[in-house]
């Protein structure tokens, strides 16, 4: 069955410091994967998209991680700001014809100043 | 990026009730929709991908008789929750997809839409 499993649920961090989250999946094919960020009331909004030959991604302050051979992808947030406050949430389309995506079920993270 | 947008972003109605919601892809034609309902605190759920010019395909559980998707144009999904009760209140989102960025960023997200049924 295709799952996709985030860690930690939630995170509190204080503002500047740096986080990572992760993401495991069981997607097969794999396609691609993608971390999304929702602020609250609001439509996830891409912060990056990585095929199976792409181990880094950067986006600003954000930079995402995957290990295809492990499953395994991360998401770090370098000198976190009070507007990252969010979920943060990890997505992975499989190769098919029906373009669907399987959602993580996300990371709330609350920067406190 | 591409943008997709939603109207309305909120609405209110009483039970029983039929209610509409938009979705537009405003700078790209999009084939396909997706329509999703995320409740509090909880991740997005697909509820049916809709195609330009046939009929959507609907989730596992999701009553087609009750949402009504109507894609009759490529830049245009509407969503229809029928006879609407407290039970549908929820948080709707759609995407849409553009088959020309095949290996990129393929779907975009509306802002979604806040409905709450009395």
């Known amino acids: 069955k295709n799952q996709v499993e985030q860690s930690p649920q939630s995170l509190i961090i204080l503002e500047g410091k740096n986080c990572t989250l992760q993401?495991?999946?069981?997607?097969?094919?794999?396609?691609?994967l993608r971390w999304y960020k929702q602020d609250t009331g609001r439509g996830p909004v891409s912060l990056t998209i990585m095929t199976f030959s792409e181990n880094t991604k950067s986006n600003g302050r954000y930079t995402a991680t995957l290990d295809a051979d492990t499953k395994q992808s991360s998401l770090h947030i370098t000198a976190s700001q009070l507007s990252d406050s969010a979920s943060y949430i990890c997505v992975v389309s499989a190769v098919d014809s029906s373009y669907k995506l399987i959602f993580g079920s996300g990371t709330r993270l609350l920067v406190r100043p | 990026g591409a943008v997709v947008s939603q109207h309305p972003s909120r609405v209110i109605c009483k039970s029983g009730t039929s209610v509409k919601i938009e979705c537009r892809s405003l700078?790209?034609?999009?084939?396909?929709m997706f329509w999703y309902r995320q409740f509090p605190k909880q991740s997005l759920m697909l509820m049916a991908t809709s195609n330009e010019g046939s009929k959507a395909t609907y989730e596992q559980g999701v009553e087609k008789d009750k949402f009504l998707i109507n894609h009759a144009s490529l830049t245009l999904s509407t969503l229809t929750v029928t006879s609407a009760h407290p039970e549908d209140s929820s948080f709707y989102i759609c995407?849409?997809?553009?088959?020309?960025?095949?290996?990129?960023?393929?779907?975009?997200f509306g802002p979604g839409t806040r409905l709450l049924v009395l």
């Open positions: 700078d790209f034609q999009a084939t396909t």
């Open positions: 995407s849409a997809r553009s088959p020309r960025r095949a290996n990129q960023e393929t779907q975009y």
């Open positions: 993401c495991n999946y069981t997607v097969s094919p794999f396609s691609n």
